[in-house]
């Protein structure tokens, strides 16, 4: 039980377009939502916190306009990436808390890259 | 924010060794996750624990919350315990929070 996808796994894309990806969580519901990214060599960042039905807290230096979120139902999230230059090139990781408990489920990963 | 620091950074290791990693945290905590990297980049959950011991197979976590210190061993280890591990507590400390992260320790075991 408690899985978390991920979609795609991994993108390319122009710089200036916007990619989309989605985190959902397969077999339990997810009040609450986190969105990672992880730079090369460096260690993962919490980029927003993303409530079902309420507009996503976003961290320190996260543009809340480039990085749109959205978490419309209880099994999924979006982050769009808007814009998109290659400094964003970055694995996103998603993951899910249920209804109880601290517990966090990690999803897979997207691996963005843009040139 | 919670700080958390983590050593070592490196470590490699002959199969079979006790490995052990140590996390510290700077915020008192709701609970610590100990989480597990591979060179895809994938993380999976180890640990959640909020006191004391948790035990699953080789792998041993530990916990004290008075000193904010963390340990994850691995018994008998094994080439394919080859991976980042990482610890991560809450981002204020409590329980409703994103985690914030330690840089992870990578570990090679060698046959």
């Known amino acids: 039980g408690a899985v978390v996808s991920q979609h795609p796994s991994w993108v390319i894309c122009k710089s200036g377009t916007s990619v989309k990806i989605e985190c959902r969580s397969l077999?339990?519901?997810?009040?609450?939502m986190f969105w990672y990214r992880q730079f090369p060599k460096q260690s993962l960042m919490l980029m927003a916190t993303s409530n079902e039905g309420s507009k996503a807290t976003y961290e320190q230096g996260v543009e809340k306009d480039k990085f749109l979120i959205n978490h419309a139902s209880l099994t999924l999230s979006t982050l769009t990436v808007t814009s998109a230059h290659p400094e964003d090139s970055s694995f996103y990781i998603c993951s899910a808390r249920g209804l109880a408990g601290a517990q966090q489920y990690f999803g897979p990963g997207t691996r963005l890259t843009v040139t | 924010k919670n700080e958390v620091e983590q050593s070592p950074q490196n470590l490699t290791a002959q199969e079979g060794e006790f490995i052990t990693i140590n996390c510290s945290y700077s915020?008192?905590?709701?609970?610590l996750h100990w989480l597990q990297q591979h060179p895809g980049g994938g993380i999976v959950s180890l640990f959640m624990l909020s006191s004391g011991k948790k035990k699953h197979g080789r792998l041993i976590a530990t916990i004290n919350i008075q000193e904010k210190h963390s340990s994850l061993h691995i018994t008998a280890s094994h080439p394919r315990d080859s991976a980042v591990y990482i610890c991560?507590?809450?981002?204020?400390?409590?329980?409703?929070?994103?985690?914030?992260f330690g840089k992870g320790t990578h570990l090679i075991i060698q046959p």
């Open positions: 915020v008192g905590i709701s609970a």
């Open positions: 991560a507590v809450p981002y204020s400390g409590g329980g409703a929070d994103g985690l914030t």
């Open positions: 077999d339990f519901q997810a009040t609450t």
